[in-house]
C-alpha cells in the first residue's frame, strides 16, 4: 500500500454552551479542527483529526497545525503509512518536534491499518475491557453556584466523573471545589483542575483548605518541579497533565512519586502509536489514567474510545466524549456517550465515516 495524496480540511466546532472557560482566563466559542484524509493506491483512505485547545493553552494551534501539515505531507508520499513503525520515524526525520502536527497523520494510518485488516483499532490497540468506559465531564470555569449546578445537571446525565476548572483567584477556587463536592453523591469523583494556573503558595492554600474534601488536585502549577512541591505538602490524590509530553518526564514522575493518575493526551504524544507506547507502560507501573486529547470532534472521540477501551480497566480512571460538547457531527456512526459511558466501535478502524457535507472542501491537497 502506498500513500498517493493527502486532503487536509479545516472545520469549525461550535459548542453547545456557548463557551469554555478555564484558568487565566482563556476562553474559546468555537473550536477550530483539522482533519487529514489518507488516499491510497488500494483504494482505501484513513482519516485523522487533530484540535489545539487554542494556542495560549499548549505548544500547539490549530493553523500552525495546518502549516506543519503543509510542510511534512509531501516527504510521506510514496510509503505505506500502515507500517506504522517507518511511517513515525519518516515523520519524525521530516520534521522535528511538533507531535500535535504528526497526531491526525498517525491517527488516519491506525485507521488505515484497521481497514486493511478488518479490524478495530481497539483490538489493534490490545482488544476491548470491558462493556464501556466512564467518562469525565469538564465544568468550564464560572461562580461556585453555577459550576456546582453545571455539576447536578451533568450527573443527572449519567456522568460520575467531574474535571473542576479551578486555577484562579485562590478564594474563590476553594468555594468552587466546597460547592460541587456539595451535590456529588457516593461514588462521583471530583478532580479540582487548575491547568497549571496557581501559583505554588497559591495551590498550598488551597489544598489545605479543603483538606477535609475528598478530591483530586490535577496539574496545580506551571512547571513539574512547581506541582511536585505542591504533591508534597497534601495527601490529596494527584493528577499531572500539561507538564507529561512523554516517556521521560512519565518514568521521571513514576520515579518521584510525583502522581497517581496521568492524564495522556492523544495529540500532545504525537498520536495513537505513541500514546499506546505511554499507556502500556502506564499500566506496568500501576499509574491510572485518564485517556484524551486536547479537544476535537467525532474523529477524536472514536480514537480517545479505542485507545481507553482497550486499556485494562484498573488502570483506566476516565476517557471524555468531546463530540458531545459541540454542535456539529463531522462523521456518521460516531460513538456517543450512554449513561456518562462510551464504547468504542466494532467496525473496522476507527470504524466510523466522515460526512462529505461536514467536511466541506479541502483547504489543500498534498499529491
Not at 507501573?285 to 467525532?298: I, N, P, Q, V
Not at 480514537?303 to 480497566?313: D, K, N, Q, R, V
Request: charge should be negative; aromatic fraction near 6%; glycine fraction near 10%.
Amino acid at each position: 500500500m502506498k500513500l498517493t495524496s493527502i486532503f487536509v480540511y479545516q472545520v469549525d466546532l461550535p459548542l453547545h454552551e456557548g463557551s469554555y472557560q478555564w484558568s487565566g482566563g482563556k476562553s474559546v466559542e468555537v473550536f477550530d479542527t483539522t482533519v487529514v484524509a489518507l488516499e491510497t493506491d488500494a483504494g482505501l483512505t484513513g482519516h485523522g483529526e487533530v484540535c489545539p485547545l487554542g494556542p495560549a493553552y499548549l505548544p500547539a494551534s490549530s493553523a500552525g497545525a495546518r502549516a506543519g501539515l503543509r510542510e511534512l505531507g509531501p516527504h510521506l508520499l510514496g510509503c505505506d503509512p500502515t507500517l506504522l513503525g517507518p511511517f513515525n520515524r519518516r515523520m519524525d526525520a521530516a520534521l522535528k518536534g511538533h507531535p500535535h502536527v504528526k497526531s491526525a497523520l498517525d491517527m488516519a494510518a491506525w485507521d488505515l491499518l484497521g481497514q486493511a485488516t478488518g479490524r478495530s483499532i481497539c483490538d489493534l490497540l490490545g482488544g476491548r475491557h470491558g462493556e464501556a468506559v466512564t467518562l469525565y465531564r469538564a465544568i468550564s470555569q464560572d461562580t461556585p453556584e453555577a459550576m456546582a449546578a453545571s455539576v447536578a445537571t451533568h450527573r443527572d446525565a449519567g456522568y460520575r466523573r467531574f474535571q473542576l476548572k479551578v486555577g484562579g483567584d485562590p478564594d474563590t477556587d476553594i468555594e468552587r471545589i466546597r460547592a460541587a463536592a456539595g451535590v456529588i453523591q457516593p461514588g462521583d469523583k471530583l478532580v479540582a483542575d487548575a491547568n497549571t494556573g496557581w501559583l505554588p503558595h497559591e495551590a498550598r492554600r488551597v489544598v489545605r483548605a479543603v483538606s477535609d474534601v475528598d478530591v483530586y488536585i490535577e496539574q496545580p502549577c506551571l512547571s513539574y518541579e512547581e506541582c511536585l512541591s505542591v504533591r508534597r505538602a497534601t495527601s490529596h490524590p494527584f493528577v499531572l497533565d500539561e507538564c507529561i509530553d512523554g516517556l521521560a518526564p512519565l518514568l521521571r514522575g513514576h520515579a518521584d512519586g510525583a502522581m497517581d493518575v496521568v492524564n495522556l493526551k492523544i495529540s500532545k504524544l504525537g498520536g495513537l502509536t505513541r500514546a499506546r507506547l505511554a499507556r502500556d507502560l502506564c499500566v506496568e507501573l500501576g499509574l491510572a489514567m485518564t485517556l484524551e486529547d486536547s479537544w476535537g470532534g467525532d474523529l477524536v472521540t472514536a480514537a480517545i474510545a479505542h485507545l481507553a477501551h482497550s486499556t485494562p480497566e484498573p488502570s483506566r480512571f476516565s476517557a471524555t466524549d468531546f463530540n458531545s460538547y459541540v454542535t456539529l457531527s463531522i462523521a456518521d456512526n460516531a460513538p456517543c456517550r450512554q449513561e456518562g459511558r462510551l464504547a468504542a466501535p466494532s467496525s473496522p478502524g476507527l470504524g466510523l465515516q466522515p460526512r462529505a457535507e461536514a467536511l466541506g472542501e479541502p483547504a489543500f491537497v498534498i499529491a
